[in-house]
C-alpha cells in the first residue's frame, strides 16, 4: 500500500496538467500550494516503505510532464517580456512633432 500523500500528489499534478491551456496557469498555481503542504508533511513524516512500481512511474511521467510545461511557460514569458521591453525601447524619446497644434490649417480660416 503506497502513502496517500503521495497518491494525491500524483492526482492533483496530473489533474492540474490535463486542465485546458486557458485554466492551466491558476490550476498550476493552485497546485504550488497544496504540494507545499503535501512537502512538509512528507518531511515531518516520511513515507514508511517506498511507493509501488506503479505510482513510481505516475509521480515520475507527471514530475516530467509538469517540468516541460513550466518551461514551455517560462519561454513564453520571458518572450513577452522581450517584447515589451522592444516596445518602451521604440517609444522612449519619442515625440509628436507639433505638440497640441493642428495638423493642418484651413485657408478658409
Known amino acids: 500500500m503506497s502513502d496517500p500523500r503521495l497518491v ?6 496530473e ?7 486557458p485554466e492551466r496557469a491558476a490550476a498550476l498555481e ?3 500550494s497544496e504540494r507545499a503542504e503535501l512537502q512538509r508533511s512528507l ?4 513515507p514508511a516503505q517506498l511507493p509501488d512500481a506503479e ?14 510545461e513550466l518551461g514551455r511557460l517560462r519561454h513564453a514569458l520571458l518572450d513577452q517580456l ?28
Open 55 to 68: 505510482l513510481a512511474g505516475r509521480l515520475r511521467r507527471a514530475e516530467t510532464e509538469l517540468g516541460s
Open 8 to 13: 494525491r500528489w500524483a492526482e492533483l499534478t
Open 43 to 46: 518531511e515531518t513524516t516520511p
Open 30 to 32: 493552485e497546485l504550488a
Open 82 to 109: 522581450e517584447g515589451l521591453r522592444d516596445a518602451r525601447r521604440a517609444a522612449q524619446g519619442y515625440r509628436p512633432a507639433r505638440g497640441n497644434r493642428p495638423a493642418f490649417v484651413s485657408r478658409s480660416a
Open 15 to 21: 489533474a492540474a496538467l490535463a486542465r485546458p491551456e
